[in-house]
């Protein structure tokens, strides 16, 4: 599944994602997690609420399309982080997945006008040293 939050709009159900059918899987036994740390640009919060919205459905289908391979949620982090506004929390097993979501999110208005830009990707291993003192590595 997915879960957005509101990207600089308050969360109201209208702007909220809901899936068009639930994941088959949750996320906590894949394989890769990434953290996307963002910073929304001053050009996305001059947009209206409304225009935002319609924007973020358009990141909302892709996830929504990808959403078996990769699991993904928001987090909104303005009031408590310094130099980024949100994250992006992707559970993943294929890494080729993963990439091809993020090619498609990439080639949106959001990230190309810019409205917002990728300050860093932290990418791990789910339980890797377990994995490693299994001999599963």
Not at 1 to 17: D, K, N, T
Not at 92 to 99: K, T
Not at 109 to 133: D, K, M, T, W
Request: with cysteine; hydrophobic share 40%.
């Amino acid at each position: 599944s997915v879960r957005w939050c509101c990207l600089g709009a308050p969360v109201r159900s209208a702007y909220r994602y809901v899936p068009t059918r639930k994941s088959k899987r949750r996320g906590e036994d894949m394989k890769y997690g990434a953290v996307v740390v963002l910073r929304l640009l001053p050009a996305w919060l001059a947009l209206d609420r409304e225009t935002r919205r319609t924007k973020a459905a358009a990141m909302f289908a892709i996830a929504d399309r990808h959403r078996d391979d990769v699991v993904v949620s928001w987090y909104d982090a303005d009031a408590l982080g310094s130099g980024h506004t949100d994250w992006i929390m992707c559970r993943f097993d294929s890494l080729d997945r993963y990439h091809a979501m993020w090619e498609e999110l990439r080639d949106l208005e959001f990230f190309s006008h810019p409205y917002a830009e990728i300050v860093q990707v932290l990418l791990g291993i789910n339980e890797g040293y377990h994995r490693y003192e299994a001999g599963d590595l």
